[in-house]
């Protein structure tokens, strides 16, 4: 079954503070994994995304990484702003479907601490 | 920001009454989805259009219909609301050649 696992569920930092998000999955077969923030009431804006061939990307403080062999993703944030608190959603697409399927994990809240 | 609207952001409706969601893009795009998503929960596909006159069901069953007259435009209908039907619903639309989804706002259903 295609899942996405997310860990931790919730998160609290300070401001200045970096921290790591993790994601699992078991989608396949795998066609890109993308990370997401959404703030409280908006729609999922996109931060990264990722083919099977890279490793790691980058959007200004935020940088993902992808280990394909053990099916594995981390959200890394440095020197986090109150305005990082959202909830920071995993996405994997396949490629078994013109549709571009997506499965979604449940999300890690991050609140961001003055 | 992707150019993806919704309709109303937030309606609160009694019982029985219909409604439409509105959602309409002004990128061109073929592919068109509506998510349901619960707080604290994921996103579960609840339609998806692959292009004008095409609608299908998604992974969750749901009592919506939707509908796709105009490339732009992918309204979402409740025929009977229900308190069941409290959730909030996302729209999303993507180009046939590229990979990105592009988000809408979200409506925040609530039925009392």
């Known amino acids: 079954k295609n899942q996405v696992e997310q860990s931790p569920q919730s998160l609290i930092i300070l401001e200045g503070k970096n921290c790591t998000l993790q994601?699992?999955?078991?989608?396949?077969?795998?066609?890109?994994l993308r990370w997401y923030k959404q703030d409280t009431g908006r729609g999922p804006v996109s931060l990264t995304i990722m083919t099977f061939s890279e490793n790691t990307k980058s959007n200004g403080r935020y940088t993902a990484t992808l280990d394909a062999d053990t099916k594995q993703s981390s959200l890394h944030i440095t020197a986090s702003q109150l305005s990082d608190s959202a909830s920071y959603i995993c996405v994997v697409s396949d490629r078994g479907s013109t549709l571009g399927r997506l499965y979604f994990g449940r999300g890690t809240q991050l609140t961001v601490w003055p | 920001e992707a150019d993806i609207y919704q309709t109303p952001r937030y309606l609160v409706i009694g019982t029985g009454k219909k409604i439409t969601l509105e959602c309409s893009q002004t990128?061109?795009?073929?592919?068109m989805y509506w998510y349901q998503q619960d707080p604290g929960m994921e996103l579960h596909l609840i339609h998806y259009?692959?292009?004008?006159?095409?609608?299908e069901k998604g992974d969750l069953s749901s009592e919506s219909t939707v509908s796709r007259i105009r490339t732009e435009h992918f309204p979402l209908t409740l025929e009977s609301a229900r308190p069941s039907h409290t959730s909030q619903y996302l729209c999303a639309s993507r180009a046939s050649s590229g990979t990105e989804q592009y988000f809408g706002p979200g409506t925040r259903l609530t039925v009392t």
């Open positions: 990128m061109g795009h073929d592919k």
């Open positions: 259009s692959y292009g004008v006159n095409s609608t």
């Open positions: 994601c699992n999955y078991t989608v396949s077969p795998f066609s890109n």
